[in-house]
Structure formats: C-alpha cells, structure tokens
C-alpha cells in the first residue's frame, strides 16, 4: 500500500479479481479525501471522494473506505480490469482559514495481470 | 469543452535558459496549483493561488516564478535558477474547498 516517505509501492492483481490499495494519511484535521488515477504520460484524474463525516462511499466498481481513528484511507476496485493499471493517489484536504490545499500521498502503481 | 489545458505538451530547454509553461482553464475555478513529478514520485507542490493577483509558494518554489494576471491563466516559469528542471510538470484548477482538483495533460520539460 501507500504511505508518506516510501518510495512508489507496487500491486499486481489479476485480472478479475478485487484490488486494495492502501493510503495512511498524515493529518488527523484533514476533513475531505479524494482518490486520482494516472496514467502513463496523463495527467491525474478524479476516482473518487470522501468527506470525514463518512466513513464509506461507493461508486462504479469503487469503493472508497475511511477510518479516521487509524488515519487509514483504502480504495477497492472490484473485478480489476486491465484498463484499471495505472498509478493512484490519495489526497488529503487540510482546512483552514481560505484554504484549498490537497496534499497528495506518494501513489501506489497497480498492475492487472491478464 | 470545459477544462484545464496545457501547453506545450512537450517542451526542450538548453541549460541557463528561462522557459514558461502554460496553464489555462475555462472552469471559473478561483484556485491554480502546479505540480511538479519525478519518476516514479509523487507530487510535489511549486506555487498556488486561490485569487487573481495573489500566490503563493509550495513546497518546492525555489527556482520558479508564477503571475496570476487573470483568472483563467496561471503560467510557471522556470527560471534558469532551478539547477534539475527535467520532470513532468502538472497544472491543476479547484472550485473551492472540499471539492477535488481538476488536472491537465501535462508538460514534460527536458534539459538538453
């Protein structure tokens, strides 16, 4: 999984099956998260967010899970398809007085396995 | 089309050059951020800025300038000053706060 201060960690997963990246947040005050994918060469592209009154939220084939008390943000792609490899980040929104900052973790690069 | 573009998508720069990368979006967002991104790294923040005529520096600014003359634009320069300029650089747009950021193409910037 994901956490400040290491170099990019991989997953591979085969194709079909459930994946799991991991994301271990640094401020306990960030109230909003966001899940981006990259792609070789492209710029990120928004998965899916979060707010910290939640603790889960779904999307299509997504699901994004927040556990506040750990500082611990996952996100599960069900049935990984190859399109699904790419690098994903995490994000953390830090509040404060007219702050619109997203602090981005290292990223997890996941590879499908055909 | 609504969205954050950049150009040029690829730019060659001789060492002790200046070279400025373009960064437009036509969202309305009031904030502009850009990223810089090494191999294998995540992002790392050079300058923002949530208003027109106001920015402010990242995480990695040394080395880089930006204006925000208007909303919609938000150029870097590199400035001959930034000793390893090689890197893929990302501009990004945001609403406001708990809304997520909206990213461009890139521009990958090479040292010859």
């Known amino acids: 999984g994901e956490s400040v201060g290491l170099h990019l960690p991989t997953l591979s997963v085969q194709e079909g099956d459930n994946s799991i990246i991991n994301c271990a947040y640094s401020n306990s005050a960030s109230d909003y998260f966001i899940w981006y994918k990259q792609e070789s060469g492209k710029g990120p592209q928004f998965i899916i967010d979060?707010?910290?009154?939640?603790d889960k939220r779904q999307g299509q084939r997504v699901t994004v899970l927040l556990n506040k008390t750990v500082k611990h943000l996952s996100l599960q792609i069900a049935a990984t398809q190859p399109g699904d490899s790419a690098v994903y980040f995490c994000?953390?929104?830090?509040?404060?007085?007219?702050?619109?900052?997203?602090?981005f973790g290292k990223g997890t690069k996941l590879s499908v396995i055909p | 089309d609504g969205g954050i573009t950049q150009s040029p998508k690829y730019l060659f720069r001789k060492e002790g050059q200046n070279v400025t990368l373009s960064c437009e979006q036509n969202?309305?967002?009031?904030?502009m951020y850009w990223y810089r991104q090494d191999p294998g790294q995540g992002l790392r923040l050079i300058y923002y800025s949530q208003i027109v005529n106001d920015f402010q520096k990242g995480d990695i600014a040394e080395g880089y300038s930006v204006s925000r003359e208007k909303k919609e634009s938000f150029p870097l320069t590199v400035t001959s000053a930034q000793k390893n300029p090689t890197a893929f650089y990302l501009c990004?747009?945001?609403?406001?706060?708990?809304?997520?950021?909206?990213f461009g193409q890139g521009t990958r910037l090479t040292v010859v």
């Open positions: 979060i707010r910290s009154n939640m």
């Open positions: 994000a953390e929104g830090v509040p404060g007085a007219g702050s619109y900052q997203l602090t």
């Open positions: 990004a747009s945001k609403a406001r706060r708990n809304t997520e950021a909206f």
């Open positions: 969202l309305n967002h009031d904030a």
